[in-house]
């Protein structure tokens, strides 16, 4: 899919894309759902997202908290 240019494309996207995390979360297996990222060999990994986000639930709650944010920020 082409970059959006308007906001029904964004909108579109999203969904998409929505669905498409959907599907790979279905597909997982109970043990890859739970578990834990290890990036500590990875120097090049400084940002602190890599030290906080320890599973996948941490990354859902990241991006649950971030969109969120939509409900009290109007762009």
């Known amino acids: 899919m ?4 308007s906001k029904s494309d964004l909108l579109e996207a999203a ?8 599907k790979v979360i279905d597909s997982m297996t109970e043990q890859e759902l ?3 990222f ?3 060999d990875d120097l090049k990994k400084k940002e602190a997202h890599w030290k ?3 599973n996948l ?3 859902f709650i990241h991006l ?4 969120q944010l939509k409900n009290y ?3």
């Not at 649950?64 to 969109?67: A, D, M, P, S």
């Open 2 to 5: 082409a970059r959006p240019r």
């Open 15 to 22: 969904n998409t894309n929505y669905e498409k995390l959907w």
């Open 34 to 36: 739970n578990k834990d």
């Open 38 to 40: 290890d990036f500590s």
């Open 52 to 54: 906080r986000d320890k």
């Open 57 to 59: 639930r941490d990354v």
């Open 64 to 67: 649950y908290e971030w969109h």
């Open 73 to 75: 920020v109007r762009i």
